[in-house]
Each structure stands twice: as C-alpha cells, then as structure tokens.
C-alpha cells in the first residue's frame, strides 16, 4: 500500500481511492480475489496483535 503525501489535496485522495477501488474491482472479476475463509483467518490473526 502507498502511503499519500502530507500535501495531498481532497480531489487528489479521492482520486487516488477511485483507483484503488478500480483496480480491486478488476482484480476480483479475474479472479485473483481471496476466499472468505482465508479472509477471515487472515482478520483473526491481524485482530489478536
């Protein structure tokens, strides 16, 4: 993930979010998405640190 400027404008981020939603939308109609259950093992041992 990329960390935005300290500078960025309002448009700038939300421009920057659009592309990242694009971009994760795209990759989950290619099917490169994860599973449910990976997800939720992954949410399991992010919430226990």
Do not use: C, N, S
């Amino acid at each position: 993930m990329m960390a935005l400027p300290e500078d960025i404008t309002f448009d700038g981020a939300i421009a920057y979010f659009k592309k990242q939603v694009t971009t994760g939308l795209k990759e989950l109609d290619e099917g490169k998405g994860l599973p449910h259950e990976e997800v939720e093992k992954r949410m399991v041992r992010w919430l226990k640190r």
